[in-house]
């Protein structure tokens, strides 16, 4: 891209009308076609008017012999007293009527209007004019024309009958197509609801037994000998604590601290165990109180759902029907289709939430720095700890448990590096718990060492800001970073030079691996489009997607096949990279020029918005699932202050519905998936 001349795309050799040397000379012209039309063209341009340019219109003659339409030489002779062709002094006192002229240009006009005019407006102005005919010769030219009338009027007809038939054919054969449709998704609904009814009355089946069961153990006086009471359980639990290394103490502490901050949103204080009759009115109320408000949600997103359903019913009965393996392996063990299965996945945890619940909240500025944007925020391999980076040349590192257990103004970083320049991007490593990279707006590229907090490599090839880093989930000394300088280079941490270099057409505002290959990396383009590349062959992307109108931000991997990408055209849009086909486009916040951030799990796509709101999206729902705006409430007019920062970086806990997000104002919230 540097300006040579192999950047240029090649431009189509213009084709020159050079005399062949076969063909045979051009024949001395005589009176050829094409001069009469020039000097037709040269008398036309003598009789046109110098002033409007058009045929003159009742000429008149001055007296230095220059001819105009009367109109035009007296509207100019009342601004000026001269000719507007050779400037000879001139008043309306020196103009005469050009009777020759007149003449002239009326038989021309005959004649251009009798070159130009069709047979019938030629007949209807020879009988205008006066042209003699007898009674019977009219009285044929009327049959003439009445027959030619009918015959028009008949083809007419017919022409219209033909184009209502055609339309009326499509029409049949689109709405046939549609009812076979409907009559097959009718017959997926009615198998489906069979299949459901039928294992609900398995399960009411085997609830009776173990309820009967239950009953007859609690009737049988020898069988409440074997159960042992709570104090017995309560004594032994805390004799096997008492026998624990105190190691193993701090360790068993820290993981419960991390499972109590994904579950800290249901969780509730341990009251005193009522009589058991009441227990289980109050546990019913609960379960019904979010089964009818799970209904309340399938309700609200019915269409979606809908679409949802059928999709992945007609995809499966389709990919049943081609492999002929419908009846072997599209029945789960429930009883269900893969379709109906795959469904069902979706709807349970659709259902399953919907709103963001705030379990934590920290400040990453401070006295020192005002400059507080958090450009990036990432968990590491074990999501322990969470790195955070910005505008204030700073990586801090921050335990997780403590940031959800401890209160907030107690929060300090567990360790800080500094750089020489605002950050943009973080990357942990997947195999190296105390590696991280980073990359700069100097172009730089760094890993750090977290323990000893010192950079272990440096790469500083980008030649303008560096936007995004990414280190290999399968490869652990490799690492891709993509740069302003629409460069795309893939490190080594063996070596100090780059290992590959592709050089694109635009910006390079996000790059990311496969998680499944070292290979396949997904770059979002300042153009507009995602590439997918096999860096065994970098000559051309495997697949170019394209659907977003302004440039991609961000670009994540759901799994080895589904990407995710966001852009400022305010939408994220979810791909297949194996079919190379798009999947679906969510929209509900609003991105039209910041960084906003973007991260994904399995299920739910997670992203910012310019409104200081985090929207999440269930994969396969493209209406947003929840939402949580950022509130200064520390300040008046909370609500109007909040409006003016953005959210800038988002980041899932590992298959946990635990999410970090941090705003432009530097405020870090942990937020929790709830009911």
Request: one cysteine or more; proline letters at 3%; a negative charge.
């Given at each position: 891209m540097g300006g040579d001349a192999t950047s240029i795309g090649a431009l189509v050799p213009s084709v020159k009308s050079e005399p062949s040397e076969e063909a045979p000379p051009p024949l001395p012209s005589t009176s050829t076609a094409p001069e009469k039309e020039r000097a037709e063209e040269e008398v036309d341009k003598d009789i046109l008017c110098p002033i409007c340019m058009q045929i003159i219109k009742d000429a008149f003659l001055t007296v230095c012999g220059h001819s105009f339409c009367y109109m035009c030489i007296v509207t100019h002779l009342q601004n000026k007293s001269d000719c507007p062709c050779c400037s000879h002094f001139l008043t309306t006192t020196h103009l005469y009527p050009n009777f020759l002229l007149n003449k002239l240009l009326t038989k021309t006009s005959a004649c251009q209007i009798a070159k130009t005019a069709t047979p019938f407006e030629q007949l209807r102005q020879a009988l205008e004019q006066g042209c003699e005919a007898s009674v019977k010769e009219l009285e044929s030219l009327l049959s003439v024309i009445s027959e030619k009338k009918k015959k028009m009027e008949q083809e007419e007809a017919e022409t219209n009958l033909q184009i209502l038939l055609d339309f009326l054919v499509f029409l049949k054969k689109k709405k046939l197509d549609e009812l076979n449709e409907i009559q097959s998704d009718l017959q997926y609904i009615k198998d489906d609801i069979h299949a459901v009814e039928k294992h609900r009355i398995e399960l009411y089946r085997r609830r009776d037994r173990y309820s009967s069961r239950m009953g007859m153990l609690a009737d049988d006086p020898t069988s409440k000998s074997l159960w042992p009471s709570s104090m017995d359980k309560h004594s032994d639990a805390t004799a096997s604590r008492a026998t624990i290394a105190p190691?193993?103490?701090?360790?068993?502490?820290?993981?419960?601290?991390?499972?109590?901050?994904?579950?800290?949103?249901?969780?509730?204080?341990?009251?005193p165990r009522k009589d058991a009759s009441g227990a289980s009115d109050n546990q019913n109320l609960s379960q019904s109180g979010l089964a009818l408000a799970r209904k309340r949600r399938v309700h609200a997103q019915f269409n979606d759902l809908q679409d949802c359903y059928l999709q992945k019913r007609r995809y499966w009965a389709r990919l049943s029907s081609k492999q002929q393996e419908r009846d072997?392996?599209?029945?789960?063990?429930?009883?269900?289709?893969e379709g109906l299965e795959d469904f069902k996945s979706v709807l349970s945890t659709f259902t399953r939430y919907s709103r963001l619940r705030v379990v934590a909240e920290l400040r990453h500025g401070d006295l020192f720095h005002s400059a507080n944007?958090?450009?990036?925020?990432?968990?590491?391999?074990?999501?322990?700890?969470?790195?955070?980076?910005?505008?204030?040349?700073?990586?801090?590192?921050?335990?997780?448990?403590s940031v959800v257990n401890e209160p907030a103004d107690v929060q300090c970083p567990v360790a800080e590096m500094f750089t020489r320049s605002k950050l943009s991007c973080l990357s942990?490593?997947?195999?190296?718990?105390?590696?991280?990279?980073?990359?700069?707006?100097?172009?730089?590229?760094?890993?750090w060492d977290v323990t000893t907090r010192q950079s272990v490599m440096e790469y500083e090839e980008h030649e303008k800001r560096?936007?995004?880093?990414?280190?290999?989930?399968?490869?652990?000394?490799?690492?891709?970073?993509?740069?302003?300088?629409?460069?795309v280079k893939v490190w080594c941490m063996k070596q100090e030079a780059s290992v590959l270099n592709i050089d694109m057409k635009a910006n390079i505002c996000s790059v990311k691996y496969n998680p499944g290959s070292s290979v396949h990396i997904a770059v979002g383009s300042a153009d507009h489009h995602i590439y997918y590349y096999d860096l065994r062959n970098i000559n051309q992307p495997l697949h170019i997607l394209s659907g977003h109108r302004k440039a991609v931000s961000y670009v994540k991997f759901l799994s080895n096949n589904e990407l995710a990408s966001a852009s400022t055209d305010s939408t994220v849009r979810l791909w297949d990279v194996k079919e190379n086909v798009p999947l679906r486009v969510f929209r509900g916040h609003a991105n039209e020029k910041n960084f906003v951030g973007l991260t994904v799990n399995s299920e739910y796509l997670a992203c910012g918005s310019e409104t200081n709101e985090v929207f999440v999206y269930h994969k396969a729902i493209s209406r947003p699932a929840a939402w949580h705006r950022f509130v200064n409430s520390g300040t008046d007019e909370a609500e109007e202050d909040s409006m003016s920062y953005f959210i800038s970086a988002v980041c899932w806990k590992s298959d946990s519905p635990t999410m970090l997000t941090a705003n432009s104002q530097g405020t870090i919230k942990v937020l929790v998936l709830a009911p």
């Open positions: 190691d193993q103490v701090r360790l068993s502490s820290s993981v419960s601290q991390n499972r109590k901050a994904d579950f800290k949103s249901s969780a509730s204080p341990l009251n072997s392996h599209g029945v789960t063990r429930e009883g269900y289709t944007i958090v450009s990036s925020i990432e968990f590491d391999r074990d999501d322990e700890l969470f790195a955070t980076a910005g505008v204030s040349r700073r990586i801090k590192i921050f335990e997780f448990s942990w490593s997947k195999y190296t718990k105390n590696h991280i990279a980073s990359s700069d707006y100097e172009g730089i590229v760094t890993v560096a936007w995004s880093v990414d280190f290999s989930p399968t490869e652990p000394s490799m690492l891709v970073s993509g740069s302003d300088d629409c460069k």
